[in-house]
Nanobody
Framework: QVQLVESGGGLVQAGGSLRLSCAAS????????MGWFRQAPGKEREFVAA????????YYADSVKGRFTMSRDNAKNTVDLRMSSLKPEDTAVYYC???????????????????WGQGTQVTVSS
């Protein structure tokens, strides 16, 4: 069982930066690919970024490529999402997710993740 808790959301002006963190419980965290997704009001939850179990591979949605950076620290059981050059369209609830398949390559598909955090709100004002 894995529990995920996100933090770091808030209100920021367009062009600003935020850092989201996800703290995971469970001793097998270091073997799990991780992902960040987001959901805006009235929209489907969408892929933002994913990282392999060892941090060696990262994938990003085209809409955030070059602005967001995902990283992980397996010693601390955390994953981060550094967001810069934020735009109003980045406004959403951001979710951290874990894929419990042992060391599988990271997936962009929402259904590939077994565990989800409660989400953290990011609001970007224009």
């Amino acid at each position: 069982q894995v529990q995920l808790v996100e933090s770091g959301g808030g209100l920021v002006q367009a062009g600003g930066s935020l850092r989201l963190s996800c703290a995971a419980s469970g001793r097998t965290f270091s073997n799990y690919p991780m992902g960040w997704f987001r959901q805006a009001p009235g929209k489907e939850r969408e892929f933002v970024a994913a990282i392999s179990w060892d941090g060696g591979l990262t994938y990003y949605a085209d809409s955030v490529k070059g602005r967001f950076t995902m990283s992980r620290d397996n010693a601390k059981n955390t994953v981060d999402l550094r967001m810069s050059s934020l735009k109003p369209e980045d406004t959403a609830v951001y979710y951290c997710a874990a894929d419990s398949n042992f060391r599988r390559p990271p997936t962009l598909w929402r259904n590939g993740y077994d565990y989800w955090g409660q989400g953290t709100q990011v609001t970007v004002s224009s």
